[in-house]
């Protein structure tokens, strides 16, 4: 094992935590290694939502070109960050076991939640605005940029009521608060609490490493949320939600779509076999545009163009 690994990733405490982790994976299984940090534009460009910026995979774009350019062997991402058509020449390798799927809020003090008063809410997400103001409409909800560290801190700097992350990030950097309420209500991200490894197609020698850090269970589930997603034709300029669980061999989905403010909904839950469930994220997006999600996705693609 001649060959140094050498493995790129965000320079956010969170993206190294990740890296970090395949890093040590790979030198159980004897492999060298080395950590290639780097910044992407969604970590530099925070003034601004990230459905203003109009780029597709701003979190991943940055390491798909070092990729190319052989800069790096492989790139480990948050795997809702990665667009559901990687770039050409770049592969999944390896999607590791997930993590916690759920959204939570971190706040300072609950009792808004109960008697119905005026409160605003922070998030950088479109998917979670759309759904906290269906569930409170009468709440105000502000955008929050950065990473994980950074977002905390501008909750605790501002005079919002709370500010929306996922569990996954924040028990993986140990900054979870205790108080913190489990959002079971919120449909995640498509592959949210996933860990994506991505390499150059041709390059067998990584591949064959990766392939070892697989987890079959997580990468069918991923991959089915990930065919909504990618059906639908959203991204993070749409608020889509989608999960898939696994259970005594059956699949068990969920997926959503909503108008921008929250106020139109259109669900769809579905079961199949794990052995029938190859394309059960197409076919429930299918089934969700002709139930008018086709004419909102029309409408969200309008009111993001108007944006840019």
Known sequence: MSKIIRIGTRDSELALWQATTVQQ??????????LVPTKSLGDQVLDKPLYELGVTGIFTKTLD??????DIDIAVHSMKDVPTKLPKGIVQVAVLERAMTYDILV???????????PATIATGS???????????PNHKVVDLRGNVNTRLLKLIENDWQGAIFAQAGLERIKLLPKDAIQLDWMIPAPAQGAMLVVAKEED????????????????????IEREFLRTLEGGCT??????????DHMVYFEGVVFSLDGKQKIEIKKEAKLSDAKNLGKASAQEVLQKGGDKLMQEIRNENSTVH
């Open 25 to 34: 994976k790979l030198e159980a299984l004897g492999y060298d290694t080395i």
């Open 238 to 247: 749409a608020p889509i939600g989608a999960l898939a669980q696994i259970k």
């Open 126 to 136: 479109l998917r979670r605005k759309a759904q906290w103001l269906n569930k409170y």
């Open 107 to 117: 706040h300072k003090g609950s009792n808004f939640l109960e008697n119905d008063q």
């Open 204 to 223: 067998d020698f990584t591949k064959e490493a990766l392939d070892k850090l697989n987890h079959s269970e997580t990468e069918i589930s991923t991959t």
């Open 65 to 70: 070109v070092a990729l190319l350019k052989g």
